[in-house]
């Protein structure tokens, strides 16, 4: 176990490491000058240049300049933004609690709801509510998220007018307390329902054929030839077996839901780390860029690892490697 | 040939999600080829509506903000998905065959480096990196397409490894390699033939995430502004939403079919050409 | 002799959404008290579809009809909690693929806890331990395997867990399917042993469900021959492994090497199976059969009496038992 654990931080290390290095040298590479940038199409003075590339480091060897953004970041410090000339970190966590409270509770509910709906129609194969929700799954799982998004929007915001489209709470009221977390958990309702729509449809059919599957095991045979109830053999062994593949799922589908949480940000105004990017990207403010990138990488192989982690604990097989 | 034929007429009759998928192929390449006779109107041409709703004006299904007719759009933009769809899986496939493939049969250090690589890939969320690289290097329709060939090859190397790596083990195999063939050889004329059809079924898979990606950079600003794409017509919808929901409701549509009929090509392939599926007796 | 179980005309039809497969058709045998019964046939015979049948274990859909009486029960047609009343406490189960006969994510003592408390819920943790032992000595485990999990075992330790448990409540009845099958030659002789060396001290009756001639050579005293879902011979294994009378049962005696190590030569029977969704007039090996008339392919022949206690369905044997 202890070395299985250790097997996959050092793997989550090496990810980490690798994309950093990817993203320093892409910067590195891309055509166009920053410090042009940095000063305007008109002005071109040698000394101002120079001021600037001193002060952004640019006139250090490339792999002195690796090595320290290498040390700065393992330090925690991700830079300063060109645009606002700001630390990064501080704009990061600025948002990622926003980002968090909407991945979260969007990644807890298509878990549970995904799982119970996969659970609810492998009993109930073939039948006309099983069709139904397979299809709709097909179909949910076709669809751009920030698509559904604006779809959801127009309905919901728009023609119905019962829910809020744009922000994260209402800033002229200026809510204090418990109305506050209402008034987010109001704000939350579009853009997490649609987060739950996209990625939900990926729990249900694992879950539901992985059922399926553990259902034809000569094990299962077993018990019911012992005369073991449906309900005990359900509940203690075909979903202790089956559940194995849902908790990988659960794993894999975190940088996807990250990618889904920024596009659904950007629809919805919500003020996390997504829209973070967007303005970075059109300000091609690569140190907020990378940094984002680099956060949301750690969190993904912390999750990750997480995830292998409690498999490891379902699944004695595992354990014992 | 005339055996060929048969098996893909057998292979068709037998599984509908294939039958959906390859007919919902042909008629998207129809509607490319005989895009400017299904086309309405210009879809380059600003026209003096703008804003049409559906059906007013003779536009099928209204017109943007520029006065563009959203039906002629949509036409042109199969063109768009298709070429991002099939260049981007394209190199993706052949990538993740090379690499899993080597992976997989070389083995030893070759392969630990590989898998690791894989997993790395696997892990990451590469819209991001994708992001990146548009972002830095232009948003011109080729890049866009060779970005996304060049960071999605990690499932289909995973797939491939696994089969190279069940195949090195086959009889077939093994008495080419006691026959005196190199390794390369082994690896061209055995391996990679026969280890390939997984790779198939997930490359057209692929091309759907390819065309989600497209659309999802597009609504990013990150489009190619010189080509019409449904991403972008989302993208420029957006802003008129509560007044135009048309332009946005439609080209989102268009994404959806497209997308379903190479999930239907990709998941019927599967059930054909996967030994895991064709299943004989019980 | 008393009679503990007797199948008569069951029949068994998978029902599939475009297709009936007549996986077991009109088969009639019974097994007396102490006998073990071998069932052979090659895969798609229809033998592990008639256990199936017998312990209600097919899958949903499927028609059965005959009866199949048990204790003075007919067990196809008994409510579901009477069956749950006898499975495992008269009637048990080894299942071929001992690797897959147990839960991998739970240890051995937990689903052993859980299978005895089905029947006796109030027992406790150590009473079930105690009678585990008992079981794990009798198939020649030690007791650490208790608490070890599926994974961390052999294959052959497997099969024997799996014996022990069936073994758990003393049934009446045990039925083997396949049930040393995936193990290599060595393992399975001595599991097979084993099993005939445990029977001389528990009163157990036993069904042994089979594609090998050998294991019913070595562990049977009755058989019974299955083709395409068709009874086609029975009797003593001794009258039916000497002289065999229905020429499927000696197509499939030369298609194993003999016991007694006389080299002969190895021969397969040409053909292969009949489509089971149609019905079939006359006899379903007569397309495979050396001996076939006119006859055999327009009318079935019914089960003829071959010496004392046999009996084969095979128009050959009409005049033997008129002769008699």
């Known amino acids: 176990m202890k070395k299985y654990v250790i097997r996959r931080i050092f793997s989550g290390i090496l990810t980490i490491l690798v994309v950093f290095t990817m993203n320093f040298l892409l910067v590195k590479s891309a055509p166009g000058d920053p410090i042009k940038t940095l000063m305007g199409k008109e002005t071109d003075d040698p000394v101002l240049r120079a001021a600037l590339e001193e002060k952004w480091g640019l006139n250090k060897p490339l792999h002195e300049q690796y090595l320290s953004y290498l040390g700065n970041a393992i330090k925690g410090d991700l830079g300063t933004s060109i645009t606002y000339n700001r630390s990064v970190n501080d704009m990061i966590s600025e948002r990622l609690m926003a980002t968090v409270i909407l991945g979260l509770s969007a990644l807890l509910i298509s878990f549970l709801l995904g799982t119970a709906m996969g659970i609810f129609c492998a009993r109930r194969d073939g039948s006309l509510i099983d069709s139904v929700l397979s299809t709709v799954s097909y179909a949910t799982d076709a669809m751009p998220s920030f698509w559904l998004g604006l779809m959801l929007m127009i309905i919901f915001a728009t023609k119905l007018n019962l829910l809020p489209s744009q922000g994260m709470y209402n800033v002229r009221a200026g809510y204090t307390g418990w109305r506050y977390v209402l008034d987010v958990a109001h704000h939350l309702v579009l853009p997490c329902m649609t987060l739950v729509l996209i990625t939900m449809s990926g729990y249900f059919r694992i879950t539901k054929s992985s059922i399926l599957q553990v259902t034809n095991e000569d094990f299962i045979t077993t018990m019911r030839a012992t005369g073991m109830p449906e309900k005990k053999i359900f509940n203690k062994y075909i979903f202790r077996n089956a559940i194995l593949p849902t908790v990988t799922m659960l794993g894999i589908s975190v940088a996807f839901l990250i990618t889904g949480v920024s596009l659904i940000e950007i629809v919805f105004s919500w003020p996390g780390m997504g829209r973070l990017t967007l303005t970075a990207i059109n300000q091609r403010d690569y140190p907020t860029l990378m940094g984002v990138y680099l956060v949301m990488n750690v969190s993904v192989v912390v999750v990750m690892i997480i995830t292998d982690i409690v498999y490891a604990l379902l699944d004695p097989r595992i354990r014992y490697d | ?282 | 002799m008393e009679t503990i179980l007797s199948v008569n005309h069951l029949n068994v039809t998978y029902v599939n959404k475009s297709r009936r497969v007549m996986a077991v058709r009109d088969v009639s045998l019974s097994i007396n008290k102490g006998d073990s019964l071998g069932i052979v046939g090659e895969s798609g015979s229809g033998k592990s579809t008639l256990a199936m049948a017998l312990l209600r274990l097919h899958p949903k859909g499927t028609e059965i009809t005959g009866e199949a009486m048990f204790e003075g029960k007919n067990l196809l047609t008994i409510s579901e909690k009477e069956m749950n009343e006898l499975r495992w406490v008269k009637l048990a189960v080894v299942f071929q693929k001992a690797m897959n006969a147990l839960s991998p994510v739970h240890r051995i003592r937990q689903q052993i806890e859980d299978i005895y408390r089905v029947h006796y819920p109030k027992a406790s943790s150590a009473e079930i331990r105690e009678r585990a032992m008992e079981l794990l000595k009798l198939v020649n485990l030690p007791p650490r395997v208790y608490n070890l999990y599926p994974h961390e075992m052999s294959g052959g330790m497997l099969q024997r867990v799996a014996i022990a448990i069936s073994l758990l409540h003393h049934p009446q009845l045990l039925i083997f399917d396949e049930a040393t099958t995936a193990l290599d030659v060595v393992t399975q002789g001595q599991i097979l042993r084993e099993i005939v060396e445990m029977e001389k001290t528990l009163s157990t009756t036993r069904i042994m469900i089979t594609h090998d001639m050998s294991v019913v050579a070595t562990t049977c005293n009755k058989v019974a021959v299955m083709y395409a879902g068709e009874l086609m011979e029975y009797g003593m294994v001794t009258d039916v492994l000497t002289h065999p009378h229905h020429p499927y049962t000696q197509g499939l005696q030369r298609s194993f090497p003999s016991l007694k190590g006389d080299n002969r030569k190895l021969e397969s029977i040409p053909g292969f199976l009949p489509d089971l969704s149609k019905p079939c007039q006359g006899c379903v090996f007569a397309p495979r059969c050396p001996h076939a008339t006119e006859r055999c392919f327009s009318q079935k022949p019914p089960m003829f009496k071959t010496g004392e206690s046999g009996g084969a369905a095979c128009w050959l044997c009409e005049g033997e038992e008129n002769g008699k």
């Open chain 2, 1 to 282: 040939m005339k055996r060929f034929f048969n098996k893909t007429l057998s292979a068709l009759r037998s599984d509908a999600q294939l039958r959906v998928g390859v007919i919902g192929l042909a008629l998207l390449f129809l509607i490319v080829i005989f895009g400017s006779v299904i086309a309405t109107h210009d879809p380059y041409f600003y026209g003096p509506d703008s804003l049409a709703a559906p059906g007013q004006n003779g536009h099928l299904l209204g017109t943007n903000h520029m006065g563009q007719d959203v039906f002629s759009m949509l036409v042109y933009g199969v063109r768009t998905s298709l070429m991002v769809a099939i260049t981007a899986s394209m190199i993706s496939g052949v990538l993740g065959i090379i690499i899993g493939g080597a992976g997989g049969y070389f083995g030893g250090k070759v392969d630990v480096v590989i898998s690791e690589l894989i997993n790395v890939f696997l892990l990451i969320p590469t819209f991001f990196l994708i992001m990146l690289i548009v972002s830095l290097f232009g948003s011109d329709i080729r890049n866009v397409m060779i970005v996304i060939g060049l960071t999605t090859w990690s499932s289909n190397a995973k797939l491939m490894r696994a089969q190279a790596l069940s195949l090195r083990e086959r009889t077939f195999v093994k008495s080419a390699i006691a026959l005196g063939e190199t390794k390369l050889q082994v690896l061209v004329k055995y391996i990679l033939p026969n280890g390939i059809f997984p790779v198939v079924a997930n490359t057209t898979r692929g091309m759907a995430g390819a065309i989600l990606t497209e659309a999802s950079l597009s609504f990013l600003g990150l489009g190619d502004p010189n080509v019409i794409s449904w991403g972008q017509m989302i993208y420029q919808g957006k802003q008129y939403i509560t007044t135009a929901w048309w332009i946005t409701a439609f080209s989102g549509i268009a994404v959806i079919i497209t997308v379903i009929i190479f999930y239907m090509l990709g998941d019927g392939l599967n059930h054909v050409l996967n030994p895991k599926y064709s299943q004989g007796g019980k």
